[in-house]
């Protein structure tokens, strides 16, 4: 049967990790120097709120698997259960490293007040480590040889891009979302600024987003079944996705052609600058965008949860009940 708690918690930890990992890598790009010490310093400590809760659900998931396995509650779990499951399995291994890179993360976020390129560029390399974890929690995982490299690459890829694209939605939202009295000339220009920068990197996210999508579709699909997608649930979760994603890939077209203009059309006179209306469509636009995200990540969660409970093939060793489980969920 479905398990609906362990997918939502795999939701809010996919939501989470991409946050501690995009937002911070869109403060080093998408702004200046002296622009990152007004508006980045501030939220360190959001930073290490949304780091803390990282490895509080994954320990909290760790729970959630041995207990399923052991077929009792998350509050009967004993010792032994979960320390087959951290000592003996890659899913074990990569929740170790995840809450290593999460606490990394905590312990280095101080350093955004001093040093603000280097805390944001420790804070982002260490939330990357802790995003591409979740590659050996899916279907990444599943394969051996050179397709289970190829296949493991392409679904850590995937994961950084579309964190990079969440948390830049993110900062885009936390600049363009501020009081009226704080939304002064300079600021709308600096989002102005800051969207037109994210051209280019939202351009080379959603490169890597569809060919990391079609190397993964091809492994999990197959071409010779592609004409059958509609008939499984998979499939249909599939199809969702990327009418999402599309979605997405079309709001993001609108507010780069449309509702944003280019450097050489930026107005010079700042008091001629519709400071109502663009703050709207602009703040329209991102809550759009976000809310679009949202929808792919659920999906994502939903066709992982479904993948993680069908048996494991040719499993190496019956003997070794844990393992093998572990396994049946990283498939």
């Known amino acids: 049967m479905f398990d609906t708690p362990m997918a939502v918690l795999r939701f809010a ?65 004993d010792r032994a259960s979960i320390d087959a499951i951290l000592w003996q399995t890659s899913i074990g291994t990569a929740a170790i490293v995840r809450v290593c890179a999460l606490i990394a993360v905590v312990l280095m976020t101080p350093l955004i007040v001093r040093f603000p390129e280097l805390g944001l560029g420790a804070v982002s390399i260490s939330g990357a480590i802790a995003l591409g974890s979740l590659a050996w929690t899916g279907h990444g995982a599943m ?55 994210f051209a280019v990197t939202g351009t080379t996210v959603v490169t890597l987003l569809v060919l990391t999508g079609l190397v993964n579709s091809w492994i999990l699909v197959g071409p010779d079944r592609v004409w059958a997608l509609a008939t499984s649930l998979y499939g249909q979760l599939l199809i969702v996705k990327l009418v999402v994603f599309a979605a997405m890939i079309g709001l993001a077209a609108a507010n780069r052609f449309r509702l944003d203009l280019p450097p050489a059309e930026w107005p010079r006179d700042y008091d001629s600058l519709d400071h109502e209306r663009d703050i709207e469509c602009r703040a329209r636009s991102t809550s759009r965008k976000r809310s679009s995200a949202s929808c792919v990540k659920l999906r994502l969660c939903w066709r992982r949860e479904r993948a993680r409970l069908k048996p494991a093939a040719g499993s190496r060793s019956a003997s070794r009940p844990i393992i093998g489980g572990a396994r049946s969920m990283a498939a």
Do not use: K, Q
Not at 34 to 40: I, K, N, V, W
Not at 42 to 60: E, M, Y
């Open 13 to 77: 930890l996919y939501a989470d990790l991409a946050v501690v990992f995009g937002v911070p890598l869109f403060w080093l790009y998408g702004l200046r120097a002296p622009e990152r010490r007004h508006l980045a310093v501030p939220l360190w400590p959001w930073a290490a709120g949304t780091a803390l809760l990282g490895a509080i659900l994954s320990a909290v998931g760790v729970a959630m698997l041995a207990s399923s396995m052991a077929g009792v509650s998350v509050a009967d779990v």
């Open 143 to 197: 394969d051996e040889g050179a397709t289970g490299l190829i296949h493991l690459v392409a679904d850590i890829v995937h994961l950084l891009a579309a964190g990079a694209w969440i948390g830049a939605i993110l900062g885009l939202a936390l600049l363009l979302f501020r009081r009226r009295n704080l939304f002064d000339d300079a600021h709308l220009l600096l989002s102005h600024r800051a969207l037109d920068g």
